[in-house]
T-cell receptor, first 117, second 114 residues
Framework: GAVVSQHPSWVICKSGTSVKIECRSL??????MFWYRQFPKQSLMLMAT?????????EQGVEKDKFLINHASLTLSTLTVTSAHPEDSSFYIC?????????????FGAGTRLSVL | QKEVEQNSGPLSVPEGAIASLNCTYS??????FFWYRQYSGKSPELIMS????GDKEDGRFTAQLNKASQYVSLLIRDSQPSDSATYLC??????????????FGSGTQLTVLP
């Protein structure tokens, strides 16, 4: 299957600082990337849908000014958690949908575990 | 009613047995269905996709889809301890006013006992 690279895999930061997470599709072009958040013992919750060259679409309850998403190319999307607080500590996972494929298969990155002190 | 529902488990089966995982969905117009496996602390890994009614087999895995009943299942034959993980059912749907997206069930935790 297609490969999605996500970095960093683990980050610890102080409260009030910002953290950037990168998501890259390595061997395919992705017009659409998705950002999910997963709290312990819970399922994946979609935060936002990121389309190359346009503004991201955020799910209800997700603050777009706090979770900044940039999708500047067909292979890279970034999520910046601004002014992070302990309640933002979670497992953040990106996925990418390959351009032109049917069936809408999403390939997931390895995830980023964020701990805010 | 949740869009995608799974039995949360945990489900335990002995090694070599068949594990049966079930999922129901509420959006009748959904066309694409997926099973992902997620090991603890890792991201989901795609196991199966299914789009048509009936069975789809891939190695020890069989996905079954019944659109009339809005039901998707995953059978794992000859279960191995390495199959122990959380299995996520995902349905591709287009919520009102939104783009097409995957909606995940809460997952079923499977333990295969040696």
């Amino acid at each position: 299957g297609a490969v999605v690279s996500q970095h960093p895999s683990w980050v610890i930061c102080k409260s009030g600082t910002s953290v950037k997470i990168e998501c890259r599709s390595l061997d395919f072009q992705a017009t659409t990337m998705f950002w999910y958040r997963q709290f312990p013992k819970q399922s994946l919750m979609l935060m936002a849908t990121s389309n190359e060259g346009s503004k991201a679409t955020y799910e209800q309850g997700v603050e777009k000014d706090k979770f900044l998403i940039n999708h500047a190319s067909l292979t890279l999307s970034t999520l910046t958690v601004t002014s992070a607080h302990p309640e933002d500590s979670s497992f953040y996972i990106c996925s990418a949908r390959e351009l032109g494929t049917s069936g809408n298969i999403q390939y997931f990155g390895a995830g980023t575990r964020l701990s805010v002190l | 009613q949740k869009e995608v529902e799974q039995n949360s488990g945990p489900l335990s089966v002995p090694e070599g047995a068949i594990a049966s995982l079930n999922c129901t969905y509420s959006d009748r117009v959904s066309q694409s269905f997926f099973w992902y496996r997620q090991y603890s602390g890792k991201s989901p890994e795609l196991i199966m996709s299914i789009y048509s009614n009936g069975d789809k087999e891939d190695g020890r895995f069989t996905a079954q889809l019944n659109k009339a009943s809005q039901y998707v299942s995953l059978l794992i034959r000859d279960s191995q301890p390495s199959d122990s993980a959380t299995y996520l059912c995902a349905v591709n749907r287009r919520p009102s006013g939104s783009a097409r997206q995957l909606t995940f069930g809460s997952g079923t935790q499977l333990t295969v006992l040696p």
